[in-house]
């Protein structure tokens, strides 16, 4: 993925990173120093919930692979990815929402 990265003309980049299937950070380390990448790390497929820790703790760990001051972090996607949408509660959606919005106040007093 890291030469697709690195080709891009974007600005930001939107990356999810919600599960294993993921993979790891390492590719951060391609993406040009004038780039923005935003981490989606909570994710909307599933009702399980990540702590405000645990998205820190990923944070934390892109941050060692690509620079802190140009990450930012969100849910990886919609919360209606299909045309049924996903199996996760309106609560539920909050409660994601809020996990980032708090890891957004920790980094950035936003």
């Avoid at 697709?4 to 003309?9: D, H, Q």
């Avoid at 909307?44 to 998205?55: A, M, N, V």
């Avoid at 990450?71 to 919360?79: A, D, Y």
């Avoid at 990815?81 to 539920?92: A, Q």
Wanted: hydrophobic fraction near 40%.
């Amino acid at each position: 993925m890291a030469p697709v990265l690195a080709a891009t003309s974007a600005e930001r980049l939107m990356l999810e990173y919600d599960d294993a299937r993921s993979g790891t950070f390492e590719a951060l380390r391609g993406v040009p120093d004038d780039k923005t990448v935003v981490l989606g790390l909570a994710s909307t497929k599933r009702s399980d919930r990540e702590s405000p820790t645990d998205l820190l703790r990923r944070f934390s760990d892109a941050a060692e692979c690509f620079p802190i001051d140009q990450l930012g972090v969100s849910p990886q996607c919609g919360f209606a990815t299909s045309i049924i949408g996903n199996n996760i509660t309106p609560d539920d959606q909050r409660r994601k929402l809020k996990a980032v919005a708090d890891v957004a106040e920790i980094l950035w007093g936003a």
